[in-house]
């Protein structure tokens, strides 16, 4: 297998329709010059989300969907999305399009030989950022500026979660976390393992259905606890 695309999801129901209409297409293309898979994980929605994936991607070549009984976070769903990818690379993806399913493609053709890890980038120079609610772009944009202080001032988002990852990085780079710091710390770890990470500007956009699974006060106190953590072992 050549590329598996995974797609955590927590009461995603009105974005299934998003995935069919917007995620199809840019696989059918892809399908053009490898082979490709998709797996969903279903964190334990209780808005039906697993269901609508099922009805609609049951019977689309190389799509499954994997349930956790309980909603165990996202970090938890990645782990479980890597354990059932098969893909030389993985691309992990917003079920919301947040980032234009249509940025695979560019996405995957940064990661050239000698580059571990591709990741999006809202606040690189030449990134950007659209009609996202203020808070949200503090948060992220306050631990990014701080993130860049303690690894790599090179990389401008340590906070996004579209990114492309080597099947090596998928297998050897641990991180522990369930909640939303999930993609800061593997991120960090890769770095720390000597993984290159490329960075690819990109406009990130606010979603159209549903909303943010993100706790707010507990993201905060994630992102500290695990900044102190980089900061004593250093």
Known sequence: MDLTILVPCFNEADNVATLAGSLVPVVDS???????????????????????LEAQFTGYPGAQVVRHERNRGLGAAIRTGFRHSRGDVVVTTDSDASYPFSLILPLLAQLEPGVDIVT????????????VPRYRILLSRTASLMY??????????YTCMFRAYRRLVVETVPFQSDGFLSVTELLANALAAGCVVREMPCTLQVRR???????????ILSHLGFQWHLVWTR
């Open 148 to 157: 860049r202080a303690l690894l790599d001032r090179r990389i401008h988002t």
């Open 209 to 219: 259905h549903g909303a943010s699974k993100a706790k707010i006060a507990r993201t």
């Open 120 to 131: 999006a980038s809202c606040y690189h120079p030449k990134g950007g950022i659209e009609q």
């Open 30 to 52: 892809l399908r053009a010059e490898r082979s490709v898979e998709i797996v969903f994980v279903d964190d334990g929605s209780t808005d039906g989300t697993g269901d609508l």
